[in-house]
């Protein structure tokens, strides 16, 4: 009877810690690395993506997660800083154990970021970054889901006729994405016989652009092509105004938060035009109309500006893209998920996710292709493409 009751004990035992080790493992998040600049020169875009991203997740988990288990969202800042950039993906990798990564967005960021993608076989979706180098350089670890430069400026290509350019000058951020971008467009400028005039550069922490403003004034080009965050954005349009420089703008880069450049910089926005990769003021332009209605109705429920919907949908499409990679893989290990991404295909804000190979043979990265619209800031409005 004793012994009976012993194995009886025993199996309840058993069973009682099996139940428990199940329902343990039901608790179990799923951590996915999330780096972006929310401090720094480009805080504001960072804080946007990253707002974008934590929509994303929390859909996803109150659908019931991915693979049973919720996704865990670990935040660190870069402080818009490459430095600090590898040192908290390796932060994230090996204390936090994360299995993927999201970011960083500016293209000297993650390139930064990169080598360690590498050291520890950890892949990252890059949600943000345009220098074509992040794709041909060589580096497995890597999927992007923004268009580099080379093909924003092929997606602006099929609207240059209608503008006729003749000459342009250009004003980059001294860094990776602001010379990436002056070259691609070069280069497509040239193939349709547009004379390439100067290339001004500034430092993404300058305030003061005036001696590279005053010397494009006196240049006889009829276009500037600027490339830079919103924050460095309002001060040239500004200073732009102050000079009397009469000149059709161009931004590049899909980061210009029209909405938020039409508030800070007033009436010197006015004539602009930003290429945004997507519009949320005509939902009905994007490549899933209803989800993005449901995106930009939860980004106005929590309070945000809607000045940040042009860049936190990178935030909600990058995390999306992730947890259906982690799903296809079947299990939450770096490599498996490296893999997945491969059989990744689902409908984003930004157009259709589906990466094809980019780079030397045998170290291919991801890259896939999403919607580039050239819209106009006019009397204080975006005025966009109809649908």
Not at 275 to 298: G, K, Q, T, Y
Request: hydrophobic share 45%; net charge positive.
């Amino acid at each position: 009877m004793t012994t009976r009751r012993i194995a009886t004990a025993g199996f309840a035992a058993i069973l009682l810690t099996g139940t428990l080790a199940v329902a343990l493992s039901a608790q179990q998040t799923i951590k996915v690395g999330v780096i972006q600049p929310l401090t720094g020169a480009f805080a504001a875009s960072g804080t946007y993506v990253t707002n974008g991203a934590r929509i994303a997740a929390d859909e996803i988990n109150s659908q019931g997660g991915v693979l049973g288990r919720k996704l865990e969202l670990v935040v660190e800042d870069n402080k818009s800083n490459p430095t600090e950039a590898a040192a908290v993906a390796e932060k994230l990798i090996v204390r936090d154990k994360v299995p993927v990564l999201m970011g960083a967005w500016g293209s000297s960021l993650t390139l930064a970021a990169m080598p360690k993608l590498m050291e520890y076989q950890v892949p990252m979706l890059v949600e943000t970054s345009s220098s074509d180098k992040i794709t041909t350089i060589g580096n497995p670890f890597v999927f992007r889901i923004a268009p580099p430069s080379s093909v924003e400026a092929i997606g602006f290509a099929k609207v240059i006729d209608q503008l006729k350019i003749g000459k342009a000058d250009f004003l980059v951020v001294n860094n990776d994405w602001g010379l990436g971008t002056a070259d691609q467009f070069g280069k497509m400028f040239k193939s349709h016989n547009i004379t390439v005039g100067l290339v001004e550069t500034m430092a993404q922490n300058a305030q003061d652009m005036s001696a590279q403003l005053s010397k494009i004034k006196a240049s006889d080009a009829d276009t500037l092509i600027v490339t830079t965050a919103v924050e460095q954005l309002t001060l040239i349009f500004k200073q732009a105004a102050a000079l009397g420089l009469k000149r059709r703008i161009i931004t590049t880069g899909g980061s210009q938060v029209p909405d938020q450049l039409i508030e800070q910089a007033g009436a010197a926005a006015n004539g602009s035009s930003p290429i945004a990769f997507f519009a949320p003021w005509n939902p009905e332009l994007s490549a899933d109309p209803v989800r993005a209605r449901s995106f930009i109705a939860e980004w106005k429920k929590r309070g945000y500006s809607f000045a940040g919907l042009t860049e936190s949908f990178r935030g909600y499409d990058g995390i999306r893209t992730i947890a259906a990679a982690i799903a296809k893989a079947g299990k939450p290990e770096p490599v498996a998920i490296r893999d997945a991404f491969w059989n990744v295909d689902l409908t984003g804000l930004g157009g259709k996710i589906k990466f094809g190979k980019v780079g030397p043979a045998g170290k291919e990265s991801g890259q896939s292709v999403c919607n580039v619209y050239l819209v106009r800031i006019e009397n204080g409005k975006v005025v966009v493409p109809k649908a």
